[in-house]
């Protein structure tokens, strides 16, 4: 064990609390429970961004000779052009004729999906303590160009800095760094009596028919999750687990260990692929089983982490 | 290729298998909870196993699998900075005049912290790192390391409302 400053720093105080805080943290990180290590999970997490940043690669380079074959159609109908342009004073038509496939080319098909425009859909609902807390999906379409990406985060931070006084803006190189062309951002939030709380989330869903739009083998849960409703305590012993899932997700049901259980149906948002479930946890009660079902009712699959106190 | 990604993945999974524990440990302190620890452990080992060729011919697999892990809670830091995830639901304000020992005081009082100050302190005194190793990870001077954690650990006797570290769990 080396520790510089403890050798560099004033003498007593400083090293003491040095050596207390690694044995605080360390007494901290000894008391949580490891659990076993999810080989097929990371195996098959890992595959699939191997897939996905592959399929990029792949996709840069058919852009990029997309764009280099398309200069050379521009630069060479430019050059037919300057020579119609002659011709055009003769005769319009050959102008005419000469400047359509340029700017075909140049057109580009028009985005079905705008980034600028999220869709809001209420995704769950219920009453906590005589309040109605409400449960909401924003899906900002996937963001094709950079310079798009950069507007989304200014109207999605504006959104929810209205909310969230201290949130920090992202700089422009973070926001660089984040944009991916094939992930939508989802912000999760909760409403309670009509008012937006102050914790939200957001998360990265692929679009619609890119790898990773479906759930991986074996795991019904994508897009993550959140648990909304502890800043501040808005929903006191109830806060609401918020879960994305695959669209062979029929139905979730949550049974409680103190008896009783809460069923959810999965919520579309647009046409990603991901839908979302909400739940309230019940107070005072850890979950017995989380267990989502497909339409036929055969199980796909439970998971043991949410829901627990 | 198939046995090309068999021996990949028979490697990857034998590292996982060693270094998932210590890494688990970091990133609960860093998340200050458990599945986002776990969640944390997780997509920084997926990211490991798309740079495998990298991870496995650096001199320290497990430094540079941590340092992924240090980044990838910078970067969700950046874009959820307010929920803080816990594993008991609040019921009451947070401990002003807690029992020092309490683990759940001084794991709410390192949630308190700002990102980079806990990153340095879990590096420095769970990680056991120097502050040049503290610094390579973060990818910040070592300077940034000292003054981050002599402030964390500042932030942390008086978040904590705890009259020194040294009592912090059970130290005299």
Redesign the interface.
């Known amino acids: ?5 403890m050798t560099g720093g004033p003498a007593g105080g400083a090293a ?20 076993t ?3 097929d ?3 098959t ?6 897939r996905r ?1 592959r399929l990029l690669t792949a996709g840069a380079a058919a852009v990029l000779a997309a764009a280099v074959v398309g200069g050379g159609a521009v630069l060479d109908q430019r050059g037919r052009q300057a020579v119609s342009s002659v011709v055009a004073a003769a005769s319009p038509s050959a102008s005419t004729a000469g400047s359509a496939p340029a700017s075909a080319a140049a057109t580009p098909t028009a985005p079905a999906r705008d980034p600028l425009t999220p869709v809001r859909v209420k995704i769950g609902e219920g009453t906590a303590d005589g309040r109605t807390w409400q449960a909401w999906a924003a899906l900002w379409p996937a963001a094709p160009t950079k310079e798009d990406a950069h507007r989304q985060e200014e109207l999605l931070w504006t959104e929810r800095h209205a909310a ?1 006084p ?3 803006r ?1 700089t422009n190189d ?1 926001v660089d760094r ?1 944009w991916r062309p094939d992930l939508d951002e989802v912000n999760l939030y909760l409403t309670v009596d009509g008012k937006r709380q ?5 998360h990265q869903t692929p679009v619609p028919g890119k790898p990773g739009a479906t759930s991986a083998p074996g795991s019904p849960f994508v897009g ?1 999750g ?2 909304l409703g ?2 501040g ?1 808005e929903m ?4 609401v687990v918020v879960a994305g899932v695959g669209p062979e997700v029929a139905k979730a049901v949550v049974t409680w260990k103190t008896g009783g259980s809460t069923e959810a149906v999965p919520v579309t948002v647009a046409d990603s692929p991901v839908r979302w479930i909400a739940i309230a ?1 019940k107070p005072g009660s850890d979950a017995d089983a989380f267990t989502l079902y497909a339409a036929d009712g055969s199980v796909l699959g439970t998971d043991d ?2 829901f ?2 | 290729m198939g046995a090309q990604k068999t021996a990949r ?1 028979d490697e ?2 034998a590292f ?2 060693g270094a ?2 210590r890494l ?3 990133a ?2 860093l998340a200050g909870e ?2 986002g ?3 944390l452990v ?2 920084a ?6 740079a495998w060729g990298r991870v496995r011919a650096a001199d320290d697999p497990q430094a540079y699998v941590r340092r992924i892990l240090v980044n990838e809670h910078a ?1 969700r830091f ?14 009451r304000a947070a401990p002003t005049g807690a029992d020092p020992d309490d ?1 759940a005081t ?2 709410a009082a ?1 949630g308190g912290l700002p990102p980079r100050q806990r990153q340095a ?2 590096l ?3 990680e ?1 790192l ?3 190793q503290t610094a390579a990870t973060m990818g910040c001077s070592v300077g940034t390391v ?1 003054s981050q ?1 002599a402030k964390g ?1 500042a932030k ?2 008086a978040a904590s409302s705890l009259s ?8 005299r």
Request: overall charge positive; proline content about 4%; aromatic content about 8%.
């Open positions: 064990m080396s520790k510089e400053s003491d609390d040095e050596a207390a805080a690694s044995r605080a943290l360390g007494e901290l990180a000894g008391s949580v429970d490891i659990g290590v999810p080989y999970r990371l195996l997490g890992g595959r699939r961004r191997l940043r969230i201290q949130l920090p992202m973070e984040h102050v914790n939200d989330t957001v993550g959140a648990m502890f800043k305590g006191g012993a109830s806060p946890k982490n949410w627990r106190s | 993945d990857f999974r996982a298998g998932w524990s688990f440990r970091t609960y302190l458990r599945h620890a776990e969640d997780q997509q080992l997926e990211r490991a196993y798309v970067r950046r874009r959820r900075p307010v929920e803080q995830l816990v594993h008991a639901v609040p019921d683990r001084l794991l390192l302190v879990v420095r005194y769970w056991d120097t502050e040049t000292k954690a650990l942390l006797r020194g570290l040294t009592s912090i769990g059970g130290g």
